[in-house]
């Protein structure tokens, strides 16, 4: 069956012969959309092998089929990418929310009020200055007006229903890592170390559902987009942007996100951020597809850092897809060679695929810089000896 091939600046294609003999895959374009098909590029595979082809917009065509030569099973998967022409800096709408945990601002735990009150209610634990002698309770009425009100009982409901968890991942030197509620294990890139201590002590909300089965993970620095678990969750999770800003809390109201963590002096310069009436908290207000404007995603780490690792057994799997600018360093301190499979699972949910294989001698850096249109969602490792092993990437 044709699959649409125009209109991405970059596409690639995985290939895997699942079969148990060897295999032509060959790649067929219609360039017209007329249905007039020409032969575009083909590769054997060996059973049980599997190859990446990419392509620019320059050298593709409309629509794109794949035939075989024999009968087998088999898995190909294209994705489709453009160059990301964001910077790694933020728009001025986000300018305001809190860049530094000594800001004396007031923060606050967020929570749209059921029972039909139709208000979005704030706990707010006081200011950095203040401690707790600040806290109180404001609520975000449907004109933008945020007012504080005495109501101990939806503070206390608030503040012990909606607390920020502790740990809900495990940061250490290679990158961050995240256990799912199946026990799968996966990592993520690092960003600044300013969000280890914050995000560990739960000053710092990670996930919370802003639209149905649509989660937000705010992660050491970057937000994703996270499916839920009956979508498989962590498999397909997504960066959207890197950024700076240590937000309190985040939550939907309204068709809006609202974050807390907010200088209520830059409501001056912000027309995002919204002041109470006495002056003491604020709250950004947007719309979700304004995280994009943060900034592309960036980050740095990978499975090993310095790390003791056995044969033939596979590193947790570090998440490779959406990123910008992708390089490898991949290094042992052994003192003779070491070979390392390099092995890609594009979909999420499919089959691992051995890209390349290495051989890195003592003391050497293999060191390889992905080209533009290079896709795939997890990367992983799988040394042929024990050692003590490191790889590394940097996306910029």
Known sequence: MPMLFAGWQYTSVWLKNEG?????????????????WEPFESTALDAGEATVLTWSQENKGEWVRVKVDKATKATVHL????????????????????????????????YGLGNNRRSLGIASSGSTESGNADAGYYELNAAM?????????????????????????VVDDASVLVTDDLGRRWRLPLGDEKFTTPSSAGELRIDREVATERDLFNCHGTFYELPAENADGYAKIRPISS??????????????????????????????????EDKKLAVWA?????????????????????????????????????????KLELTHQSTGPVTFQIQFEPIGHGPWMTWKEVTVAAGETFTYEFPKGFEARWIRFVPQSDCMATAWLTYD
């Open 145 to 169: 007006q945020l007012i504080k009100k005495e109501d101990s009982e939806t503070f206390n409901f608030i503040e012990e229903s909606f607390a920020i968890p502790e740990n809900v991942f």
């Open 20 to 36: 148990s003999q060897s295999v032509i895959f060959q790649l067929e374009v219609d360039k017209s959309g007329r249905g007039e």
């Open 79 to 110: 994705s489709f990418t453009d160059q990301d022409e964001r910077g790694k800096y933020p728009t001025g709408i986000f300018e305001g929310v809190r860049t530094a945990m000594n800001e004396p601002l007031h923060t606050g735990l967020l």
């Open 243 to 276: 950024h700076s800003l240590l937000i309190n809390d985040y939550a939907s109201y309204r068709g809006l996100l609202l974050l807390s963590g907010v200088d209520p002096k830059a409501a001056s310069k912000n027309s995002h951020i919204i002041v109470s």
């Open 286 to 326: 947007g719309v979700i597809d304004d995280l994009w404007k943060l900034g592309k995603p960036i980050g740095k780490g990978g499975p090993w850092k310095n790390s003791s690792v056995k044969a033939n057994i596979p590193s947790d799997p570090y998440l490779f897809g959406f990123y910008d600018n992708k």
